[in-house]
């Protein structure tokens, strides 16, 4: 938890000005809040280290799609790396420049292909021979000609959770680095194509600086060899990935990752791009919940809230550990150990084991930390929970920028069909056999 956003006052804690307990009073639980300064301060960082190498910052707006967030990122001079139609109609209404924004999608359809060619983003990241051919299909129907970087997959393992690891053999991702050449040289020779670059993301929360290293080198490498062979590429889009301090870890620092891009780059005449997702927001963000039953099974004392795994899926699907921390610190309490579990009907559904608390109850509340990537992102309204909602703090403002999705408003969605009556006796017997 970054201590300048985050701080106490009183044992009361603040995100900057704004005091979080009077936050979830006014907007209820569970109640996401993020920070922008920190946001701010985290692109900065990246922009200073960067400084003077021809790098260019695609923000992953999978890790934390909302409007406000993109326009903080979008003044910041940061495009978007996008992986769906509604990602880059997201960016463009955030107010990303098409030009700044890459396409980097595992199954585009016709239809987000073309919604790409028709804006005229910066790039499509291809995944397969496949896909070239589509794209070459579909922009020669458009008179147009599309912009492609190949992503290769450069078999690359980096230490992190298995589920987010990209750049294996056996992962779904890119084009195996040895078939790279054929699939340029392709690329390369179709009509209504430009390759432009190459492309890689090996995975993400890598707090180590060895994989991007073997995997960085195995790009540059690349794209020498087509250099020889005339195939002349404008960037390399080197991926996200960079890790966050969730628990002890060592995040790499920017300045390291520069460094060697500086020396792997050398003479030649590339641009850059990367894509951080986590690196830029994670840490901006905490998840506010309070607590409904405190409870024992097999002399394991239990914290009941109301956030689960419909609100933070990291801990069941990752398992990610996240700081998990009193919003007011009683005094006197004395400290226990117990497990924070969510209100979902699954065993999984826990977010913290074993957590050194000072002793809560009912209605107090808790921060779960580092939660402004995959953190509202990937929210369901499974178990028919309303979706958090999310509030953005700067200085003593905070605004909510999200209202809570209520299942009332979900419902009004569902339609019934009219073959099934109010008594839920359908029309004709429906026994299965075709009217
Ligand atoms: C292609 C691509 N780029 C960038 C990212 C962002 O990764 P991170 O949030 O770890 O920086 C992802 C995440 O999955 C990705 O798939």
Not at 38 to 45: E, G, L, N
Not at 156 to 174: C, E, M, P, S, W
Not at 216 to 242: P, S
Request: proline share 6%; net charge neutral; with cysteine.
């Amino acid at each position: 938890m970054i201590a300048e956003t985050f701080h106490r006052q009183a044992g009361r804690l603040f995100c900057e000005g704004v005091d979080l307990a009077a936050l979830a009073e006014r907007y209820g639980t569970p109640l996401y809040v993020y920070s922008a300064s920190a946001i701010r301060r985290r692109v900065r960082r990246f922009h200073a280290a960067f400084a003077g190498l021809p790098v260019r910052f695609c923000y992953a707006v999978k890790a934390n799609p909302h409007l406000a967030v993109l326009r903080l990122l979008a003044r910041e001079g940061v495009g978007a790396d996008t992986v769906s139609g509604g990602e880059i109609r997201r960016a463009v209404q955030a107010g990303i420049a098409p030009e700044r924004i890459v396409f980097a999608g595992v199954a585009k359809s016709d239809e987000e292909i073309r919604l790409g060619l028709e804006l005229g983003i910066l790039q499509f990241n291809v995944e397969s021979r496949e896909e070239l051919a589509r794209i070459d299909l579909i922009a020669g129907r458009l008179g147009r000609r599309a912009p492609v970087a190949l992503r290769i997959n450069p078999d690359v393992a980096a230490a992190t959770h298995d589920k987010i690891a990209t750049g294996r053999r056996r992962d779904k991702f890119g084009i195996p680095w040895e078939k790279a050449p054929e699939a340029c040289r392709e690329a390369n020779g179709r009509p209504h194509l430009q390759l432009v670059g190459l492309h890689l993301h090996i995975g993400s929360q890598i707090t180590d600086l060895a994989p991007f290293e073997q995997a960085y080198g195995r790009l540059f490498h690349l794209a020498d060899q087509l250099q020889a062979e005339g195939i002349h590429l404008k960037r390399l889009d080197l991926g996200g990935g960079f890790g966050v301090r969730y628990r002890d870890e060592e995040p790499v620092a920017p300045e390291r990752v520069a460094a060697l891009i500086a020396r792997l780059l050398g003479q030649r005449e590339l641009e850059l791009i990367f894509e951080p997702g986590r690196a830029f927001v994670a840490e901006a963000g905490v998840l506010l919940t309070r607590v409904l039953y405190r409870k024992e099974s097999a002399g394991q004392k239990l914290l009941v809230v109301d956030a689960g795994m419909d609100a933070l899926l990291r801990p069941v699907l990752y398992d990610a550990w996240h700081e998990i921390l009193p919003v007011v610190a009683p005094p006197h309490a004395p400290q226990e150990t117990v497990d924070v579990v969510g209100p979902i009907c699954e065993s999984g559904d826990v977010l913290g084991r074993g957590r050194r608390l000072p002793r809560l109850g009912r209605d107090d509340l808790l921060a779960i930390a580092t939660v402004g990537a995959y953190g509202a992102a990937m929210a369901s309204g499974y178990n028919s929970r309303p979706r958090p909602a999310e509030v953005l703090v700067a200085g003593d403002r905070a605004d909510c920028i999200t209202p809570r999705l209520e299942p009332e408003e979900v419902m009004a969605r569902e339609r019934v069909p009219a073959w099934i009556d109010r008594d839920g006796e359908v029309a004709g017997g429906g026994d299965g056999r075709a009217a």
